[in-house]
């Protein structure tokens, strides 16, 4: 029968129905990115074994679909794919955590940091999400062969392609914009799976009633194994466009992690003095630097997060005395939580949320410290904040005589991320200086055009901070190595760097 022919309830229904299918796709494939993050993170790995495992599940199942159009497969086989979709999207979900805390433990097995970890997320990938993305692609040919079926193959071909097309549109827009940020991940794929489920049996003009029990069972044994398996319990979980966020509690004190919880942005305990992490080491800033006219310096703080620099900038500073402080964050979800939980209203100064180096790009400002603490799905310092051309930037936006302090972490003073992003640093300030904390990953790095009077500044800490005066005795100096790499925009390997030094540490701890 021509498509003109159909009834015009059949040629909506194939329309939506191959709408859905491009939506389907791609609101898989980043809400998946999503679901992985906690467990791998984010890197280049992370997305390409993604990416390997739904173009791998597409061509198989195109190929099976085209099979089964050639054997007149119809459309009633197009709604038992979309049910199968639904289905396998929810045990995914379910079996994503089990399949991930499983290869975690071998990711310690190779070497190669880039190799456990596209081997660990694919492995996850294929469990979770290979199969609903086959179930839609072999949905494809077989529906295409319903639009064309009596009608000029160009025409119809041309139709369900542009249509198919504005649906990936769709799917990559609503899960990013709107359904990720609103309800969270794990149940923007619930409603994906329902909407499949919906179609599918739209689609089958027969045994609806034993297929709508099928709804039943993923959804009962969803809400009953799923909780076995949640995150770590946190006083509150959100996701962002950029990330999972929580906010933890030990006791009255309060944690702000990301994704996988590798790390803590942000410490935050009411009337405590100290955080006991390395935000104390700012506390020594307004004695390094002063502003032209002997007031407290403009500072800037970059990735804000809850505020922890901020709080440790302002502890031996008189509560009246004003401070000229801007506090920059690319995630405005990081910034209502900071307010919530970290009291970062209260604190003196100006929000921005944007990117840190759009923020400099675009500020008519200069400041007499920046302070850097910008880290992407927990771990990794974003590559285009830690090349020459941006500390050429920050230089240009300070003041003369002017520095720059920034969270680095690394194990040991041998990392190759850590000496490769020193010297870039040091390729545009004359004095670098590099404070290891004592127990923990982080290094403070501080640079400027004149002399960093560390020294000097302890003199003014109270005998309860003499640990922080120690550690500074273990500072050391830093000058620029020409035949040494640096990060360039053109050239910034920092997943690759950041993940080798975790396996490497992992498998030095094993032994």
Known sequence: MNISQRSSHSKRLFGVTTFVIGAGVMAVELTASRLLAPF???????????????????????????????????????????????????????????????????????????????????????????????????????????????????????????????????????????????????????????????????????????????????????????????????????????????????????????????????????????????????????????????????????????????RAFRTFLAPEEKTDITGVDLDPTVIEIGKKYFALGDLPMRIVSEDGRMFLQHTKNTFDVIVFDMYSTQVYIPPHVATKEFFTLAHARLSPGGMIAMNVNAPSDDSPLLKTLVNTIASQFKNVRVIPMPTEWNRVVMASDESIPLEEATTHLPPTWNDVALTITKTRDVRYDPSADIFTDDRAPIELLTDSMIVRAALTKEK
């Open 40 to 310: 791998f993170g984010a890197s280049m790995f992370v997305w390409t074994s993604l990416i390997v495992t739904i173009l791998l599940a597409l061509a198989l199942g195109y190929w099976t679909g085209g099979n089964l159009a050639g054997k007149g497969a119809k459309i009633g086989t197009v709604g038992a794919a979309l049910c199968g979709t639904s289905i396998t999207l929810i045990f995914g979900v379910i079996i994503l955590p089990i399949c991930a805390n499983a290869t975690s433990g071998f990711l310690t097995s190779f070497s190669a940091a880039f190799v456990a970890l596209f081997l660990g997320s694919f492995v996850a990938a294929v469990v979770a999400f290979a199969a609903p993305v086959f179930l839609l692609a072999a949905a494809g040919p077989i529906l295409l062969k319903e639009w064309s079926e009596g009608s000029d193959i160009g025409n119809a071909s041309g139709k369900y392609f542009a249509i198919s097309t504005v649906g990936s549109v769709v799917g990559t827009l609503l899960p990013t914009l709107i359904l990720v940020p609103t309800v969270g991940a794990r149940h923007t794929i619930e409603m994906i799976a329902l909407i499949f489920m919906a179609l599918g049996l739209a689609l089958i003009p027969w045994r609806r009633d034993a297929l709508a029990a099928l709804i039943f069972i993923p959804a009962l044994a969803y809400s009953e194994i799923q909780p076995l398996f949640s995150a770590q319990k946190a006083i509150e979980q959100r996701e962002s466009p950029y990330q999972l966020i929580s906010v933890l509690s030990d006791g009255e004190k309060r944690y702000l992690t990301f994704n996988e919880s590798l790390g803590v942005q942000s410490v935050y305990e009411p009337g405590a003095q100290r955080t006991g992490w390395y935000f104390d080491y700012l506390a020594l800033l307004p004695w390094l630097r002063r502003s032209a006219d002997g007031s407290s310096p403009k500072i800037a703080f970059i990735g804000l997060a809850g505020g922890s620099g901020v």
